[in-house]
């Protein structure tokens, strides 16, 4: 199994954050898939999941402006941030979540935040 | 909001032991929080060390275990090597269906 990111690595200050997981080895329909960034020197920060089922789940702190998204015809998860701040400058993980656990890690997006 | 805490720092000596823990600023972490442990070197994505508390994920040396302490989960290095200089964190999954990590303890070998 293997995650792979992509998307923009620069974005506008007040823009939306778009990030697409590309999942090889594994049907997207069998698992939940979560999103989950780091700072730069910073720790860990879990995003957002989506389940088998297509329902989302989010972090309180971002739950007002993240968007999490399947499209099973291509076997991939998506994520949508808006209105952006430096803040959100990060590394963007996608991982496959099973038994309480985060199995299988994309190798990682940096996006930055700046006009 | 809940907070994991983890030790920001640690050391310890080549061959040794050290534990790291995971608590919970309001509470006790039991294993309904399946709590799990990773291991990150810079530049790199997040290695799965131990899972539902203390299964260890495929290919990782028995070295590495997992256990509840008290209060807090807790990740043992036993018979550490240089290579095992990293960060670690925890995760734990809340009834809520939300995540937290923890902020992660820098661990040196020296």
């Known amino acids: 199994v293997q995650l792979q990111e992509s998307g923009p690595g620069l974005v506008k200050p007040s823009e939306t954050l778009s990030l697409t997981c590309t999942v090889s080895?594994?049907?997207?329909?069998?698992?939940?898939w979560s999103w989950i960034r780091q700072p730069p020197g910073k720790g860990l920060e879990w995003i957002a999941y989506?389940?088998?089922?297509?329902?989302?789940k989010y972090s309180p702190s971002l739950k007002s402006r993240a968007t999490i998204s399947v499209d099973t015809s291509k076997n991939q998860f998506s994520l949508n941030l808006t209105s952006v701040t430096a803040a959100d400058t990060a590394v963007y993980y996608c991982?496959?979540?099973?038994?309480?656990?985060?199995?299988?890690w994309g190798q990682g997006a940096m996006v930055t935040v700046s006009s | 909001q809940t907070v994991v805490t983890q030790e920001p720092s640690f050391s310890v000596s080549p061959g040794g032991t050290v534990t790291l823990t995971c608590g919970l600023s309001?509470?006790?972490?039991?294993?309904?929080?399946?709590p799990s442990w990773y291991q990150q070197t810079p530049g790199q994505a997040p290695r799965t060390l131990i899972y539902?508390?203390?299964t260890r994920s495929s290919g990782v040396p028995d070295r590495f275990s997992g256990s509840i302490l008290g209060n807090k989960a807790a990740l043992t290095i036993t018979g550490a090597q240089a290579d095992d200089e990293s960060d670690y964190y925890c995760?734990?999954?809340?009834?809520?269906?939300?995540?937290?990590f923890g902020g992660g303890t820098k661990l040196t070998v020296l």
């Open positions: 989506i389940s088998d089922s297509g329902s989302g």
């Open positions: 995760v734990l999954f809340m009834g809520s269906g939300i995540s937290v």
């Open positions: 080895g594994a049907s997207i329909s069998s698992y939940y």
């Open positions: 539902s508390t203390n």
């Open positions: 309001s509470g006790s972490v039991s294993t309904g929080y399946y």
């Open positions: 991982a496959r979540r099973v038994q309480g656990t985060f199995d299988i």
